[in-house]
């Protein structure tokens, strides 16, 4: 007699997995919010600055000369120096406003003159502007070693001084307007007495913008 067959024990249903969904992380969308942004912003000013193509503006003091001259034997010194800015703006779609301006005159790192009243002026494009610049020292104490060297380059008709000039300029393009920045202007000319011609070089400032 065969033996009964006895029929197979059925499988357990295989559980289902149910995949949760993540949670998008705040952090993440910000972060990809921000590079999209910085992203747009470098495309805009790299067009921008292809458009405009900016240039360094150029400037140099010329025709310096001293007037007036006197350093009495207590070392207080009374002049009038005078000095040509030339402004060059080299650019063909930018235009600057020159809001504030002051000059100091420096002598081996002792200042003794300030002008603080040079007039505000409007610089077109690709323009050439002559600034006419007067700083008066009067009676100014020297120390003793500055005093000896202002006397030992005055025997040679001329002294070397440093020119600092400190302005609040606004750009222009079209009829946007920018917000004031500071130019830093320094120049080192050598500057000839009155009973010589006026130097009539060129000396060439350095810019910080």
């Known amino acids: ?45 790299l067009i921008i600055w292809l458009v405009l193509k900016p240039h360094k503006m150029v400037y140099s003091v010329e025709n310096s000369s001293i007037h007036d001259y006197n350093l009495t034997n207590s070392n207080h010194l009374n002049a009038n120096f005078n000095f040509t800015l030339r402004a060059y703006n080299p650019n063909k779609r930018i235009s600057i406003y020159y809001d504030n301006i002051e000059v100091k005159l420096i002598f081996n790192s002792q200042p003794i003159a300030l002008n603080n009243i040079v007039e505000p002026f409007y610089q077109p494009r690709r323009n050439v502007t002559h600034l006419n610049v007067s700083l008066l020292t009067n009676d100014v104490a020297l120390y003793e070693n500055i005093a000896r060297d202002f006397k030992t380059q005055r025997s040679g008709g001329d002294v070397e001084v440093e020119v600092k000039i400190r302005a609040k300029i606004r750009f222009k393009v079209g009829a946007w307007k920018s917000n004031h920045r500071k130019l830093k202007i320094l120049c080192i000319p050598r500057v000839n007495f009155s009973n010589s011609r006026k130097n009539s070089k060129s000396f060439p400032c350095d810019v910080d913008v």
């Open 1 to 45: 007699m065969a033996p009964p067959v006895v029929p197979p024990r059925p499988q357990p249903p295989t559980p289902r997995v149910v995949k949760t969904r993540q949670p998008f992380s705040l952090c993440r969308c910000i972060a990809i919010s921000l590079l999209t942004l910085l992203i747009i912003v470098g495309i805009v000013v």
